[in-house]
């Protein structure tokens, strides 16, 4: 995946919508993606574990997140 493009058109625009942007959240976010998943090359974790997606987030901490922060 590009990285600008990621930023631009994912990050950035997520970011703004959920009022949470600074230059700060959005260059840890593509950090994270850069360091997990080598910028979504990798959308399942090597050797088997739970985790997915361009950020490698394991479906524990996915529920958690929903049920205890977004949904208030």
Do not use: C, K
Not at 22 to 43: C, I, K
Not at 58 to 67: C, K, L, Q
């Amino acid at each position: 995946m590009n990285a600008d493009q990621l930023r631009m058109y994912v990050i950035r625009p997520v970011l703004r919508d959920v009022d949470l942007w600074s230059q700060e959240a959005e260059n840890l976010l593509l950090g994270t993606a850069a360091q997990e998943s080598r910028m979504g090359q990798y959308l399942h974790q090597i050797g088997g574990g739970p985790a997915r997606g361009i950020f490698q987030m394991e479906p524990t901490t996915h529920d958690d997140i929903w049920e205890n922060y977004l949904a208030y």
